[in-house]
């Protein structure tokens, strides 16, 4: 099992930086793919931002140029540097760790943590 504690969530203004944690801890394998998720009330999950063990990120068309992903293997963490805040992104956000044995895939979330860009 693998537990996601994410912080980091809170209101900013249009044009503000926020920057969004995710620890993970349990049994964690060397290889894994962390990423950020977001989802508005009555949408469907969308992917933010992930990256891989080797350190490869992929992002979301939305948030090129102004998010960053990030992950320190030692801590187990990914992080999520969002910069030029704009009110569109304004959702819950949710960490996101996959893993693959021989056997089968897992995937675990956090608890979502809350982004408001307003002013």
Not at 49 to 65: E, P, W
């Amino acid at each position: 099992q693998v537990y996601l504690v994410e912080s980091g969530g809170g209101l900013v203004q249009p044009g503000g930086s926020l920057r969004l944690s995710c620890a993970a801890s349990g049994s964690i394998f060397t290889i894994y793919t962390m990423g950020w998720y977001r989802q508005v009330s009555g949408k469907q999950r969308e992917l933010v931002a992930s990256i891989i063990s080797a350190g490869s990120t992929n992002y979301a068309d939305s948030v090129k140029g102004r998010f960053t992903i990030s992950r320190d293997n030692a801590k187990s963490t990914v992080y999520l540097q969002m910069n030029s805040l704009k009110p569109e992104d304004t959702s819950l956000y949710y960490c996101n760790l996959k893993q693959s044995t021989l056997r089968r895939t897992d995937e675990y979330w956090g608890q979502g943590t809350q982004v408001t860009v307003s002013s």
